[in-house]
Protein backbone atom coordinates (compact mmCIF):
# COMPACT_ATOMS: atom_id res chain seq x y z
CA UNK A 1 0.00 0.00 0.00
CA UNK A 2 2.75 2.21 0.67
CA UNK A 3 5.41 1.59 -2.15
CA UNK A 4 8.24 3.61 -3.03
CA UNK A 5 7.52 6.41 -5.37
CA UNK A 6 8.46 5.86 -9.53
CA UNK A 7 11.42 7.75 -10.34
CA UNK A 8 10.09 10.42 -12.38
CA UNK A 9 7.78 11.14 -9.16
CA UNK A 10 11.04 11.26 -6.52
CA UNK A 11 11.96 14.46 -5.67
CA UNK A 12 15.38 15.98 -5.56
CA UNK A 13 17.25 14.80 -2.57
CA UNK A 14 14.31 12.19 -1.49
CA UNK A 15 14.45 8.61 -2.21
CA UNK A 16 12.30 6.25 -3.67
CA UNK A 17 10.50 5.26 -0.31
CA UNK A 18 7.95 7.53 0.67
CA UNK A 19 8.91 10.90 3.28
CA UNK A 20 12.33 8.70 3.17
CA UNK A 21 15.56 11.23 2.24
CA UNK A 22 18.74 9.81 0.41
CA UNK A 23 20.59 11.06 3.34
CA UNK A 24 18.39 9.39 6.04
CA UNK A 25 19.24 6.48 7.90
CA UNK A 26 16.11 3.76 7.23
CA UNK A 27 15.20 1.19 9.65
CA UNK A 28 13.86 -2.14 8.59
CA UNK A 29 10.65 -1.20 8.67
CA UNK A 30 11.70 1.79 5.84
CA UNK A 31 11.58 4.69 9.09
CA UNK A 32 13.89 7.45 8.72
CA UNK A 33 15.75 7.63 12.11
CA UNK A 34 17.87 10.79 13.10
CA UNK A 35 21.22 9.64 14.09
CA UNK A 36 23.87 11.58 13.24
CA UNK A 37 27.73 10.04 12.24
CA UNK A 38 29.84 11.23 14.06
CA UNK A 39 32.34 13.89 13.22
CA UNK A 40 35.96 13.18 12.50
CA UNK A 41 37.35 14.69 15.18
CA UNK A 42 35.49 13.57 17.61
CA UNK A 43 36.19 9.78 15.94
CA UNK A 44 39.77 10.51 16.27
CA UNK A 45 39.83 11.86 20.02
CA UNK A 46 37.71 8.33 20.56
CA UNK A 47 40.01 6.63 18.82
CA UNK A 48 43.36 8.05 19.99
CA UNK A 49 42.26 7.34 23.56
CA UNK A 50 41.02 3.38 22.56
CA UNK A 51 44.67 3.16 21.23
CA UNK A 52 46.51 4.34 24.24
CA UNK A 53 44.60 1.61 26.77
CA UNK A 54 45.23 -1.10 23.78
CA UNK A 55 48.94 -0.35 23.89
CA UNK A 56 48.75 0.30 27.75
CA UNK A 57 47.09 -3.81 28.10
CA UNK A 58 49.48 -5.30 25.51
CA UNK A 59 52.35 -3.97 27.22
CA UNK A 60 50.84 -4.83 30.76
CA UNK A 61 49.78 -8.76 29.78
CA UNK A 62 53.19 -8.58 27.78
CA UNK A 63 54.83 -7.94 31.30
CA UNK A 64 52.44 -10.28 32.88
CA UNK A 65 53.57 -13.11 30.21
CA UNK A 66 57.31 -12.23 31.24
CA UNK A 67 56.88 -12.48 35.12
CA UNK A 68 55.09 -15.99 34.51
CA UNK A 69 56.92 -17.56 32.01
CA UNK A 70 60.99 -15.79 32.16
CA UNK A 71 63.29 -16.23 29.25
CA UNK A 72 63.32 -19.88 30.27
CA UNK A 73 61.86 -21.28 27.24
CA UNK A 74 61.79 -19.24 24.15
CA UNK A 75 59.30 -20.49 22.62
CA UNK A 76 56.76 -20.19 25.61
CA UNK A 77 57.57 -16.69 25.91
CA UNK A 78 56.68 -16.23 22.45
CA UNK A 79 53.36 -17.39 22.51
CA UNK A 80 52.48 -16.03 25.39
CA UNK A 81 53.54 -12.59 23.69
CA UNK A 82 51.36 -13.29 20.76
CA UNK A 83 48.26 -14.31 22.72
CA UNK A 84 48.72 -10.83 24.77
CA UNK A 85 48.74 -8.75 21.48
CA UNK A 86 45.73 -10.58 20.50
CA UNK A 87 43.75 -10.52 24.03
CA UNK A 88 44.61 -6.68 23.94
CA UNK A 89 43.52 -5.42 20.57
CA UNK A 90 41.48 -7.90 19.42
CA UNK A 91 39.20 -9.62 22.42
CA UNK A 92 39.27 -7.15 24.72
CA UNK A 93 37.65 -4.61 22.53
CA UNK A 94 35.07 -7.57 20.90
CA UNK A 95 33.79 -8.14 23.98
CA UNK A 96 33.58 -4.74 25.48
CA UNK A 97 31.68 -3.46 22.09
CA UNK A 98 29.27 -6.67 22.24
CA UNK A 99 28.57 -6.34 25.54
CA UNK A 100 27.89 -2.86 25.47
CA UNK A 101 26.08 -3.07 22.31
CA UNK A 102 28.86 -1.03 20.73
CA UNK A 103 31.08 1.30 23.07
CA UNK A 104 34.80 1.25 24.25
CA UNK A 105 36.41 3.31 26.85
CA UNK A 106 36.93 6.06 24.35
CA UNK A 107 33.37 6.12 22.92
CA UNK A 108 32.29 6.21 26.75
CA UNK A 109 34.52 9.37 27.16
CA UNK A 110 33.14 11.31 24.04
CA UNK A 111 29.50 10.26 23.59
CA UNK A 112 29.61 8.11 20.98
CA UNK A 113 28.48 4.69 19.50
CA UNK A 114 28.79 2.46 16.93
CA UNK A 115 25.94 0.85 15.10
CA UNK A 116 25.15 -1.13 12.08
CA UNK A 117 24.20 0.57 9.01
CA UNK A 118 20.85 0.18 9.58
CA UNK A 119 21.23 2.20 12.97
CA UNK A 120 20.19 -1.05 15.06
CA UNK A 121 22.55 -2.46 17.58
CA UNK A 122 25.97 -4.56 16.67
CA UNK A 123 26.79 -8.05 17.84
CA UNK A 124 29.52 -10.04 18.26
CA UNK A 125 30.43 -10.46 14.67
CA UNK A 126 30.68 -6.20 13.60
CA UNK A 127 32.88 -6.47 16.55
CA UNK A 128 35.33 -8.70 15.78
CA UNK A 129 35.45 -7.66 12.39
CA UNK A 130 36.00 -4.06 13.30
CA UNK A 131 38.59 -5.09 16.21
CA UNK A 132 40.84 -7.33 13.43
CA UNK A 133 40.79 -5.04 10.60
CA UNK A 134 41.51 -1.92 13.52
CA UNK A 135 45.02 -4.06 14.27
CA UNK A 136 45.76 -3.08 10.42
CA UNK A 137 44.87 -0.51 9.78
CA UNK A 138 44.95 1.23 13.03
CA UNK A 139 47.72 -0.46 15.30
CA UNK A 140 49.84 -1.48 11.93
CA UNK A 141 49.12 1.63 10.62
CA UNK A 142 49.51 4.33 12.70
CA UNK A 143 45.39 4.56 11.83
CA UNK A 144 46.40 6.42 8.27
CA UNK A 145 44.52 4.00 6.42
CA UNK A 146 41.45 4.77 9.20
CA UNK A 147 41.45 8.59 8.61
CA UNK A 148 41.55 8.12 4.71
CA UNK A 149 38.45 5.79 5.17
CA UNK A 150 36.90 7.85 7.11
CA UNK A 151 37.36 11.25 5.44
CA UNK A 152 35.94 9.60 1.58
CA UNK A 153 33.38 8.08 2.70
CA UNK A 154 29.72 9.67 3.64
CA UNK A 155 29.19 8.30 7.47
CA UNK A 156 33.12 8.44 8.18
CA UNK A 157 33.33 5.31 8.23
CA UNK A 158 36.85 3.13 8.34
CA UNK A 159 37.81 0.19 6.66
CA UNK A 160 36.30 -2.01 9.35
CA UNK A 161 33.42 -0.54 9.48
CA UNK A 162 32.90 -0.35 5.61
CA UNK A 163 33.67 -4.74 6.09
CA UNK A 164 31.51 -4.76 9.35
CA UNK A 165 28.09 -2.83 7.64
CA UNK A 166 28.57 -0.45 10.74
CA UNK A 167 29.70 3.20 11.42
CA UNK A 168 29.77 4.97 14.64
CA UNK A 169 26.80 8.00 15.57
CA UNK A 170 26.88 10.69 18.66
CA UNK A 171 24.98 8.94 21.00
CA UNK A 172 24.30 12.11 23.11
CA UNK A 173 23.12 14.14 20.07
CA UNK A 174 20.46 16.46 21.16
CA UNK A 175 17.59 15.97 18.79
CA UNK A 176 15.52 19.28 18.05
CA UNK A 177 12.05 18.87 17.52
CA UNK A 178 10.07 21.01 15.17
CA UNK A 179 7.80 23.85 16.01
CA UNK A 180 4.07 22.63 15.21
CA UNK A 181 1.87 23.29 11.92
CA UNK A 182 -0.53 25.65 12.71
CA UNK A 183 -3.96 24.79 12.06
CA UNK A 184 -5.11 26.30 8.62
CA UNK A 185 -8.00 29.37 9.85
CA UNK A 186 -10.16 28.64 6.36
CA UNK A 187 -10.33 24.72 7.85
CA UNK A 188 -10.12 24.72 11.39
CA UNK A 189 -14.27 24.86 12.06
CA UNK A 190 -14.23 21.81 9.36
CA UNK A 191 -11.43 19.84 11.28
CA UNK A 192 -12.89 20.67 14.99
CA UNK A 193 -16.10 18.65 13.77
CA UNK A 194 -14.85 16.09 12.04
CA UNK A 195 -14.44 13.00 13.48
CA UNK A 196 -10.70 12.07 13.06
CA UNK A 197 -9.71 8.61 13.53
CA UNK A 198 -6.64 7.37 14.91
CA UNK A 199 -4.19 7.17 11.68
CA UNK A 200 -1.94 4.23 11.11
CA UNK A 201 1.61 4.12 12.55
CA UNK A 202 2.96 4.10 9.13
CA UNK A 203 0.66 6.43 7.55
CA UNK A 204 0.77 8.83 10.16
CA UNK A 205 4.65 8.89 9.84
CA UNK A 206 4.47 9.89 5.77
CA UNK A 207 2.33 12.52 6.54
CA UNK A 208 4.80 14.06 9.51
CA UNK A 209 7.71 13.49 7.42
CA UNK A 210 6.26 14.44 4.32
CA UNK A 211 4.87 18.07 6.09
CA UNK A 212 8.62 18.83 7.78
CA UNK A 213 10.13 18.47 3.87
CA UNK A 214 7.57 19.24 1.56
CA UNK A 215 9.46 23.02 1.03
CA UNK A 216 12.06 20.53 -0.79
CA UNK A 217 10.51 18.88 -2.95
CA UNK A 218 9.90 19.28 -6.71
CA UNK A 219 6.31 20.65 -7.21
CA UNK A 220 4.78 17.85 -8.79
CA UNK A 221 6.63 15.59 -7.13
CA UNK A 222 4.93 17.72 -4.03
CA UNK A 223 1.47 17.42 -5.45
CA UNK A 224 1.24 13.62 -6.85
CA UNK A 225 2.63 13.09 -3.04
CA UNK A 226 0.18 15.47 -0.85
CA UNK A 227 -2.67 13.60 -3.29
CA UNK A 228 -1.55 10.29 -2.45
CA UNK A 229 -1.58 10.31 1.65
CA UNK A 230 -4.52 12.36 1.74
CA UNK A 231 -6.22 9.48 -0.92
CA UNK A 232 -4.82 7.04 2.05
CA UNK A 233 -5.85 8.99 4.88
CA UNK A 234 -9.45 10.02 4.02
CA UNK A 235 -11.14 6.53 5.03
CA UNK A 236 -10.18 7.86 8.50
CA UNK A 237 -11.63 11.36 8.73
CA UNK A 238 -15.29 11.96 8.02
CA UNK A 239 -16.73 14.03 7.11
CA UNK A 240 -14.66 14.96 3.87
CA UNK A 241 -13.29 18.42 3.77
CA UNK A 242 -14.55 21.07 1.53
CA UNK A 243 -14.70 20.89 -1.81
CA UNK A 244 -11.61 22.62 -3.51
CA UNK A 245 -9.55 22.68 -0.36
CA UNK A 246 -6.04 22.14 -1.51
CA UNK A 247 -4.71 18.31 -0.69
CA UNK A 248 -1.56 19.69 1.48
CA UNK A 249 -3.80 21.90 3.98
CA UNK A 250 -6.28 19.21 4.67
CA UNK A 251 -3.14 16.99 5.34
CA UNK A 252 -2.03 20.19 7.78
CA UNK A 253 -5.77 20.45 9.31
CA UNK A 254 -5.82 16.51 9.89
CA UNK A 255 -2.46 16.81 11.85
CA UNK A 256 -3.08 19.68 13.89
CA UNK A 257 -6.58 18.72 14.81
CA UNK A 258 -4.91 15.15 16.19
CA UNK A 259 -2.56 16.89 17.81
CA UNK A 260 -5.07 19.22 19.36
CA UNK A 261 -7.16 16.57 20.87
CA UNK A 262 -4.67 14.47 21.70
CA UNK A 263 -3.20 17.62 24.49
CA UNK A 264 -6.34 18.01 25.48
CA UNK A 265 -7.06 14.27 26.39
CA UNK A 266 -3.50 14.50 28.09
CA UNK A 267 -4.69 17.32 30.40
CA UNK A 268 -7.93 15.59 30.79
CA UNK A 269 -5.83 12.55 32.20
CA UNK A 270 -3.37 14.76 33.74
CA UNK A 271 -6.29 16.88 35.56
CA UNK A 272 -8.15 13.72 36.81
CA UNK A 273 -5.17 12.00 37.78
CA UNK A 274 -4.39 14.80 40.15
CA UNK A 275 -8.03 14.81 41.53
CA UNK A 276 -7.76 11.42 42.70
CA UNK A 277 -4.78 10.99 44.01
CA UNK A 278 -5.75 14.72 46.16
Known amino acids: MYGPLPPAMAPAGVSGTVGVGRDDLVSGEAVALDLPPAGIGLRMVSGLIDLVLGFAAWYALQWLSLKVVGDTDFALLVASFTLSMVTALVVVPTVMETVTRGKTVGHWAIGLRTVRDDAGPIGLRHALTRALLGVIEIYGCAGIPALLAAVCTRKGQRFGDLLAGTYVIRDRHRLSVPDPIPMPPELS ?8 APLPDQLAIMVRQFLARRADMKP ?12 DAAP ?7 AGAPDELVLIAIMAERRRRDTERLHRDERLRRRLLG
Open 189 to 196: TWAQTADV
Open 220 to 231: QARMLLSQRLLR
Open 236 to 242: YVAPAPP
